[in-house]
């Protein structure tokens, strides 16, 4: 009875307002200015989560905020992307393929970010407004994954304790490759770091881990810390995430103040933490804690953009063999919770502070972020959730009044 008395209410207004206003009305009290992507019934709990929908009415983002972007490599062409992602550096010394191993991960990364929004396919990024500037470092040949198809072709029954065995008998040429890769990969990301920085960004994303521990050479490990400081000598701030080896880790690149780092929450609030079958043997995996984390963010059942082309999945050569991917169309839903995805979602946070304050400099957007967290461990900083989840509605809040 009380649905009927409410149709028969509206039914008169129809005749007396504004049939456009009416309208929109409607569709406000419906929608809750939702975005008409059609994957974004698969975002709603995040949004809902951090409350993302509210803090839009904030700001979405300004096109003048550049977001740089460190990984692997990108689809520029992705039909959710086009026009929101800009080529910039290209690492030099390795190979820049078009294969799905290859430009996979950067994709999905920046589609949390900037994926279209209001466009009526796949997916709304988190800070849709901005733009990004890539960085590809790609790759070198690599010989580890190459060595372990081999076996596992040859070996399709083996478990974990005989591909080490294998490996051990190649020890002198993986340790060789190690230590190509380590410093293939510092020095990428320094030099990348220091291009994005040169070309107007305001924050850098890099959603691979970085380790002293993980570098082979003093001299590789001084070049990264170089650029870090370059980047907060002029007011760039970087958001890197923590790593998803599930222990203690601090020996991160960056100072405190310029630099965020990022571990991965579910979305009711809990550590991120399970065990995953690799090769017949239990691995536990989960974001790295330590008094180096900062904050952590939700990024559990999380959808991506993925390459959108049949022709990425599959290569005859490549830097680690042959690949044959099934495709998937042009998204996909992550179920775990890893830092990668959970660094983007801070990323796309600061965006959306620096397009609301473009004054603010690293260490104060550093602190609105940390200010603007709901805490969900043990009260106040703790070393396994760092200054809470964050928050986008209440940060933004807090950054719109934030004195210098």
């Known amino acids: 009875m009380k649905k009927l008395k409410i149709i028969y209410f509206i039914l008169p207004l129809i005749l007396i307002l504004n049939t456009t206003a009416l309208k929109n009305i409607i569709i406000a009290q419906t929608t809750q200015n939702l975005p008409d992507d059609s994957l974004f019934y698969r975002q709603k709990r995040l949004f809902t989560k951090l409350k993302v929908i509210e803090s839009w009415k904030i700001t979405k983002g300004s096109p003048d905020i550049i977001v740089g972007v460190i990984d692997n490599g990108f689809d520029f062409f992705h039909p959710d992307l086009e026009s929101q992602l800009t080529p910039g550096y290209y690492a030099s010394g390795g190979y820049h393929t078009e294969i799905y191993e290859n430009i996979a991960h950067g994709t999905l990364v920046a589609s949390i970010i900037g994926a279209k929004e209001n466009n009526k396919i796949g997916i709304a990024g988190l800070a849709p407004g901005c733009k990004i500037l890539t960085a590809s470092l790609d790759m070198i040949e690599h010989k580890l994954i190459k060595l372990q198809k081999k076996f596992k072709k040859n070996h399709p029954d083996a478990n974990l304790l005989d591909f080490q065995k294998e490996m051990m ?47 082979s050479s003093p001299e590789a490990w001084s070049k990264l810390e170089n650029a870090f400081d370059y980047a907060e000598n002029k007011n760039v701030l970087i958001v890197m995430g923590a790593g998803n080896n599930a222990r203690k880790c601090e020996d991160y690149p960056g100072k405190e103040k310029s630099t965020i780092v990022v571990g991965a929450a579910t979305l009711d609030d809990k550590r991120w933490v399970e065990e995953v079958n690799y090769m017949k043997r239990k691995v536990k995996i989960g974001y790295n804690y330590g008094e180096r984390l900062t904050v952590v963010a939700p990024p559990e059942s999380i959808v991506v953009c993925i390459p959108h082309e049949k022709r990425f999945y599959f290569s005859e050569d490549s830097p680690m063999g042959n690949t044959e991917t099934k495709f998937k169309g042009m998204y996909d839903i992550l179920p775990e919770g890893a830092t990668s995805s959970a660094t983007s979602v801070v990323t796309s946070l600061a965006a959306l502070i620096y397009s609301l304050r473009n004054d603010l400099d690293p260490e104060s957007v550093v602190k609105i972020i940390k200010k603007g967290c709901d805490d969900i461990g043990e009260k106040g900083y703790d070393t396994y959730t760092g200054y809470g989840r964050i928050n986008f509605l209440k940060t933004l809040k807090i950054a719109k009044n934030w004195e210098k």
Do not use: C, P
């Open 169 to 215: 008998k190649h020890q002198n040429e993986l340790k060789e490759f190690g230590k190509k890769w380590s410093e293939y990969q510092s020095s990428s990301t320094a030099e990348a770091i220091r291009y994005l920085v040169d070309h107007g960004v305001k924050v850098i994303n890099i959603s691979g881990l970085i380790r002293k521990s993980l570098t």
